[in-house]
């Protein structure tokens, strides 16, 4: 049994059975969804904590417990006695405490007869299955993942024996999970291949033929299912290339080559890279080479004598967790005999002509040329611009992440001085599904109407489906499906549980979920009770609102005291159970009580309404006139009831104004509470307008209003039009601006070139536009060019902000007004006059149809030829004729056309016909070999000759043994007659050809000179090195160096020499195995290499670190090197370290006697 308070003060006892207990509860509150996030983190671990009712935080009223709710704050008593008017129904005294059921009246009485039919609602309720006891639990909710399947490529070939599909949800009740595959709810029996951990899902030893397919987790518990998105289990493979040898693949140097890869069966895609000969001698990424990662082949634009050799494809594989590469058979390029031609590019590797993207793929598009000389490659957007962070030069066009508006045409050109060749495509974008609007989680009362709605977009548009608990919903008698809208009428609790929307196109599809929670509820109070004190102004009027939590809606009424509201001229109840009262008097004080009822239950709430006196405005604003920069104090003072507190709020135009925000204009004048002064500082444009001060307190306000007007320079002049354009000339003309209070002085006209150009000043007539025109005409614009028009105002106080620009107009054609510049030329094929020039840029071309005039004559003739090439992009032009001889100089003009006309011609330039190869070889090659890495070459010059300019020699030179074409090559930089070779075998003889070569190629080859190169350097650095210091001398010893039989004569020593004082190291060279070098007394320590020398070059050095103490520095003992590591360091006493580069043992370190000892001891711990 429990005592509790009725509103009359008497006690009664309330002695619920547990089905009317639990009826209670349940029917009073559901959770709201909304809500159920918060109360997880309150009642998280809390499960022996009291229960307070429904939904944490949702207003549902608590199951019953022994505090009776008429002790707490929120609520006041009812009346002992009904309020006159009232019906039968509200004779009971309202009950205060948690919802239990009424207090029983006389048995017999209707109110009776009506408690005991709402007992018998509510148990039907209870024992409803939609709305069983775990949703009157505060942590109750549906099942929300987190975390959910991903798609997973599995190699075939993994060691791994298991997969595992992650699926986690948040709920609830926990939840319970469930998997599809392929659409088929799949069984999970212990000790099978598919295991459930947690919500995971585990395939044991998966295979392809078994396990590939879509999977999907299902998570539930009794408020409903939701389903997780598909995740595609797929398996990747790699086979092994072909073991049959490959062909050779044959050219001509100087020729383009493919080498096929011919990949072997794979999933999915693979990466490419080429090996030349041997392994990891990869074939560099350059201009000249090229490997497509669409097909695998090489590409190799231009052949030359490096590229002879083997070949090897490598393919790999990138799979989720593993990477797998297979090697091709290799395949030999062999090439013939060079062909020198130049021929225009051909392009062999292209891009498809329909590219399919999805939005925020990388896209990669390839296009690859042959020819000769090596094609420049550039691309562009045919209908539109290309980004600059993809503009390139390289064979592939990168896009890192596409969106729409990258679709469209694109185009590769490849280009060399021989010609041009092109290649479009077109980039289709298209997207996966991408939620517009989501639904989220719902509370609905019982009996209403629903409406619930999603949207998403995508490419192909997405269809949408529902899906309730997890299977598919369907229009019915009460629900509605169209498409993405959901409709319910009259809700039941039945239609309670877990919603998913669903979008899909053919590139994947999304979900949204929420929970919908039917409510049933008793009128509350507890969340929303009246005010308890509730202050009003007198003369004023004041708004009690009335919100009971309830489920269906309350049905509200009012009484003050005893005395039932009802509307009037001075009292109105809204259609919410709002209670208005106007022109409030003191008569109007007492105790209101608002009244909830529905079919559930019923509740009331009392609060006082207590009348204070009005705030009136004491001091107004008065209105001013300033200029822009000035500051300005309005003046605001008021009275007020003084047991309360008052507030001053300024508006401008009805908008709050900001005193806190940084760098402001606006500042309080004063901190009396009875004065609400506003100053101004620096007062701008958007300063003017009307300002309000309210004076405000918590029952009431008064306001009075001011305008401050603020001069300055004009506004942007509006509705800028451009009419009769010409070639050079537009009239403008724009409607007046805003002159800000100041008459506007002048006009100024600026004018633009789209997209990127920046804003200039134009020439006008008239000259100087006064303020009162409103148009002008423009002069001095460039023919058959964009732009765009603004206009300028200005008065006594300043320019003011443009207007917006015009709408874009082209002027029209005329004809070109610039020649081009940089006429130039040479090189080219036998009988060719090559032409070269600066592409006229848009700006000068002046009209369509544009293109280039050429007139050229050898030079001392009289009549011209001409030549047109059309196209403002063109810079080339080559005329061709056996005639034209070699080297032969022209005289070159060059003038612009388009539709209009001829523009003006260029000056006069020289250029020569192409060059051809010298004609006569050099004599009298001499060639020596000066050490063993180096022979010196000499030879007899070649006399000039008609057919070019002589740019140098060009030297080839080649083992005895090895054929000519394996021939190393060096070219001299001018007309040097020697020159000397590095970088060759010790000990060898070689033959040696010169060749002169001007930009043409190569003449005719010398006759052939011998030379072989001296053996090479003993290998061994000296060693055993010693010194002594006396008061200015540092003598240096160390054993000879004697040579093997494969090694050259050691003739001297060379030693480099350099101290702590004289950073420039100095050369000392000695026929003897010691040296005596003058030192400073005061160097601290030096750095010595010493090497051999003699016919076959210098030798390995021997490098020594001579720190000074006053001793002799020796060899330390091979015992004590492994114990000396990390020990040796500047500040030693008398320290050498031996750092020679060679096959002798490591390097080692001569310390003085006492000092090894002290370091041994150290080091052994004595």
């Keep these: 049994m429990q005592r509790c308070c009725s509103g009359s003060g008497r006690a009664h006892t309330q002695a619920p059975s547990p089905a009317t207990a639990t009826a209670t509860a349940t029917t009073a509150a559901t959770t709201a969804p909304g809500q159920r996030r918060a109360a997880e983190a309150s009642w998280a671990g809390r499960e022996g904590a009291p229960r307070a009712g429904g939904r944490a935080g949702s207003g549902s009223p608590p199951r019953a417990t022994s505090t009776c709710p008429s002790h707490h704050p929120s609520f006041t008593p009812g009346p002992s006695q009904p309020p006159a008017g009232l019906s039968p129904r509200w004779a009971e005294p309202p009950l205060l405490c948690s919802p239990s059921l009424p207090r029983t009246p006389t048995m017999g009485t209707p ?178 080479h090229f490997v497509s990662q669409t097909t695998g082949n090489l590409y190799i634009a231009r052949t030359n004598a490096s590229d002879l050799g083997n070949y090897s494809c490598l393919a790999t594989s990138h799979m989720d967790f593993s990477t797998k590469s297979v090697f091709s058979k290799f395949a030999q390029l062999n090439l013939a005999a060079e062909d020198t031609r130049l021929f225009a590019p051909s392009i062999k590797a292209r891009f498809p002509a329909e590219t399919y993207a999805l939005v925020g793929q990388q896209v990669t598009l390839e296009c690859f040329a042959f020819g000769n000389p090596v094609p420049q490659i550039k691309w562009r957007k045919v209908d539109g611009s290309l980004s600059p962070q993809w503009a390139t030069a390289e064979p592939t066009l990168q896009i890192p992440s596409i969106s729409f508006e990258d679709e469209g045409t694109y185009e590769c050109e490849a280009e060399n001085s021989k010609g041009r060749d092109t290649v479009q495509g077109r980039i289709i974008v298209q997207a996966q599904p991408e939620w517009l609007k989501v639904i989220s989680d719902m509370e609905a009362d019982i009996g209403s109407n629903l409406r619930w709605g999603c949207a998403a977009a995508g490419k192909p548009r997405p269809t949408v489906r529902w899906l309730r608990n997890g299977e598919p919903l369907t229009s019915q008698s009460r629900v509605e499906v169209l498409a993405g809208d959901l409709r319910f009428s009259k809700l039941s609790l039945e239609d309670s549980g877990m919603y998913q929307c669903v979008a899909e196109n053919k590139h994947g599809t999304i979900y949204a979920s929420a929970e919908l929670a039917v409510q049933a509820l008793a009128p509350d109070f507890r969340l929303n009770p009246v005010k308890r004190l509730i202050p009003a102004a007198r003369g004023g009027e004041i708004a009690i609102p009335c919100q009971p939590r309830a489920a269906p809606k309350a049905v509200v009424l009012w009484s003050k005291g005893t005395e039932i509201l009802v509307n009037s001229s001075r009292v109105t109840v809204t259609p919410d159970g709002t209670l208005i009262i106007r022109n409030i008097s003191r008569s109007d004080e007492g105790k209101y009580t608002c009244f909830a009822e529905n079919f559930m239950g019923k509740a009331n709430s009392t609060g006082i309404l207590s009348v204070r006196d009005a705030t009136k405005i004491t001091l107004a604003p008065s209105s001013a006139d300033i200029n822009l920069g000035d500051s300005l104090t309005l003046q605001c003072h008021a009275s007020h009831d003084p047991t309360m507190d008052l507030t001053f709020i300024w508006t401008l135009d009805d908008f709050p104004i900001d005193f806190d925000k940084p760098g402001g204009h606006y500042r309080r004048a004063s901190t009396k509470e009875t004065v609400g002064d506003l100053t101004i500082l620096n007062a701008q444009l958007r300063h003017g307008g009307k300002y309000t001060c309210m004076a405000q307190t918590v029952v009431d306000s008064a306001s009075k209003e001011a305008t401050v007007l603020v001069r300055g320079p004009p506004g942007p002049p509006g509705g800028v039009v451009v009419r009769n354009i010409g070639d050079t000339t537009v009239q403008l003309s724009w409607s007046r601006g805003f002159d800000n209070h100041s008459p506007i002085a002048k006009y100024t006209l600026q004018a633009r070139t789209p997209p990127a150009g920046k804003w200039k000043q134009v020439r006008t007539n008239p000259a100087n536009i006064e303020g009162n025109a409103e148009t002008a005409q423009v002069l001095g614009l460039t023919p058959w060019m964009d732009y765009e028009f603004r206009v300028v105002a200005s008065n006594i106080l300043g320019t003011g902000e443009p207007s917006g620009p015009s709408s874009k107009i082209r002027t029209k054609e005329a004809a070109p007004s610039v020649a081009p510049s940089g006429l130039s030329g040479g090189g080219g094929a036998p009988g060719e006059l090559i032409l070269n020039w600066t592409p006229v840029p848009r700006e000068y071309q002046n009209g369509d149809g544009f293109g280039y005039l050429l007139s050229f004559r050898r030079q001392g003739r009289a009549g011209w030829q001409t030549a047109r090439v059309p196209g403002a992009d063109a810079q080339h032009f080559v005329y061709s004729n056996d005639s034209v001889r070699p080297y032969t100089p022209f005289e070159v003009k060059i003038r612009s056309y388009n539709r209009r006309g001829d523009g003006p011609e260029s000056l006069t330039a020289l250029v020569y016909s192409a060059e051809e190869e010298p004609r006569v070889a050099p004599t009298k090659v001499w060639a020596k070999g000066v050490s063993s890495s180096e022979m010196n070459v000499t030879w007899e010059p070649v006399q000039q000759d008609m057919n070019g300019i002589l740019l140098g020699y060009e030297i080839r030179y080649w083992k005895a043994g090895d054929k000519e074409a394996a021939a190393d090559r060096v070219r001299t930089a001018g007309l040097d007659t020697s020159a000397r070779v590095t970088g060759l075998h010790p000990d060898t003889k070689y033959h040696v050809t010169i060749r002169a070569y001007n930009r043409a190629g190569t003449g005719p080859t010398s006759p052939s000179a011998n030379a072989t190169t001296m053996k090479p350097p003993p290998q061994r650095p000296p060693d055993n090195i010693s010194w002594t210091f006396s008061s200015s001398t540092l003598s240096i010893k160390w054993d000879p160096v004697v040579p093997f039989r494969n090694e050259s004569a050691v003739t001297g020593y060379k030693m480099l020499y350099q101290n702590d004082l004289h950073p420039t190291p100095t050369l000392h060279l000695t026929s003897r195995n010691w040296i005596d070098i003058a030192v400073p007394e005061d160097i601290g320590h030096a750095l010595v290499q010493i090497r051999t020398t003699g016919p076959g070059g210098d030798g390995i050095p021997a490098e020594v670190h001579i720190v000074r103490n006053g001793g002799a520095g020796r060899r330390t003992p091979p015992s004590l090197e492994a114990a000396l590591p990390g020990l040796l360091s500047q500040g030693t006493s008398m320290m050498v370290e031996n750092s020679a580069v060679s096959p002798a043992p490591h390097p080692s370190a001569i310390l003085s006697l006492p000092v090894v000892m002290l370091l041994l001891v150290g080091y052994l711990g004595l």
Excluded at 184 to 209: C, D, W, Y
Aim: net charge positive; charged share 20%; with cysteine.
């Design 111 to 288: 109110t009776r007869r009506k408690a005991h039919l709402l007992l018998l609602v509510a148990v039907v309720l209870v024992s409803s299955p939609a709305r069983s006891s775990p949703r009157g639990s505060p942590t109750t909710f549906g099942p929300v993942f987190e975390d959910q399947p991903l798609g997973l490529l599995f190699p075939e070939e993994s060691t791994e024996e298991k997969v595992t599909l992650a699926c986690r949800a948040r709920a609830s009740p926990p939840a319970t999970y469930r998997w599809k595959m392929n659409g088929t709810e799949m069984k999970l029996a212990p000790g099978s291949r598919h295991q459930l951990v947690g919500g995971n899902l585990v395939i044991l030893n998966p295979s392809k033929a078994q396990d590939a397919g879509v999977y999907q987790c299902l998570a539930s518990n009794p408020v409903g299912t939701v389903v997780s998105r598909e995740a595609v289990l797929r398996f990747g493979f790699l086979q092994e290339f072909s073991k049959e040898e490959r062909d050779p693949v044959k050219t001509h140097e100087g020729w383009g080559v493919m080498l096929p890869c011919n990949p072997p069966a794979h999933y999915p895609g693979l990466s490419y890279r080429w090996l030349l000969n041997e392994f990891p001698n990869f074939i560099p990424t350059d201009g000249r």
